[in-house]
């Protein structure tokens, strides 16, 4: 599903990610690891096309990707649902609403967004009233909310940065359960963290980035 060969990203000569190379599968939750500054965000950025690749080739579902034309990108990223530490929620917008945005950006009938949006506010566990506001809801509750309006799209390949980053360890630990439970549907799985101590019991395959190189295990 996501093949990096040999790539390197530089936003100066002595930062980025450098001869970067590896492979997750399709329907795999995998973990990428390192401190802050260590090249993870930059290798979302590559996958989500907002990041430029100076050498290498991107390999997308079997797609090379690495230099797709700036028009198709917008398609392109419909297969991406994208999660963040902070959120990133509309604050105007009630929680139906923020949910329902990548619907209604492709045109979707109301019908279908209504069904769509109760589905997957269900699936993250959120039970709050959809006509809320952002600040009206925990620290929890907005990530979920996010990670639904993440996966209303029904990604194949869901990117999260950091979601777990603001949040204390029990509700980090349910955030992960329900990234597991996306992937163990189909959808590939790439979380960045560099919270360690948080996924070591998963049983998970990690990779791991230092100065925007991999360590090797």
Known sequence: MIEFNNITSK?????????????????????????????????????????????GTLIIDNEDVTDIRKRKIPYYRRKIGMIFQDYKLIPDRTVYENIALPLRVIGLPKKEIDHKV???????GLTNNLNLFPDQLSGGEQQRVSIARALVKEPMLVLADEPTGNLDP?????????????????????????NYPLIKNRDKRFIELNSGRLIEH
């Not at 990428?32 to 979302?44: A, C, D, F």
């Not at 109760?118 to 993250?124: A, C, G, I, R, S």
């Open 170 to 194: 029990n509700i980090a630990d349910e955030i992960i359960d329900i990234l597991e439970n996306v992937a163990s549907k189909g959808s590939t799985v790439l979380m960045s963290t560099h």
């Open 118 to 124: 109760l589905e997957v506010f269900d699936n993250v």
């Open 11 to 55: 936003y100066t000569e002595d930062s980025g990610v450098f001869d970067l190379s590896f492979y997750v599968k399709k329907g795999e939750i995998v973990f990428l690891m390192g401190p802050t500054g260590s090249g993870k965000s930059t290798v979302l950025n590559i996958i989500n096309k907002k990041m430029k690749v100076n050498s």
